[in-house]
């Protein structure tokens, strides 16, 4: 289920980004907007997605954590811990 809502999140984001550069370009070619600028905004509007996926990626990272955390299920580290403990 988690990895829909992640393809459908991406997949959206791929149709808008499709869609800015449309536009952008029609404004270009009607002289609204300079290439450079056009490609300035670009740059930036996907320097924020990069942004905001690591922030997403870092919130999930952190979320399953906590549930592991409630359900008491042991980590790596604490099997690691267990296995220097009884050497």
């Known amino acids: 289920m988690l990895k829909e809502i992640l ?3 991406l997949g959206g984001a ?3 980004k499709e869609r ?3 536009e952008l370009k029609t404004l270009e070619e ?3 907007i300079k290439t450079s600028d056009a490609k ?5 509007l996907e320097q ?3 942004d905001e ?3 997403i990626k870092s919130k999930i990272k952190d979320m399953f954590k906590e549930v592991l955390d409630e359900l008491g299920v042991a980590t790596k580290a604490d099997l690691e811990k267990l296995k220097e403990d009884l050497k």
């Open 30 to 32: 009607k002289g609204k």
């Open 14 to 16: 791929l149709l808008l």
């Open 20 to 22: 800015v550069e449309e």
């Open 48 to 50: 924020k997605g990069k």
């Open 40 to 44: 300035s905004f670009l740059e930036s």
């Open 7 to 9: 393809f459908t999140g």
């Open 53 to 55: 996926d690591e922030r």
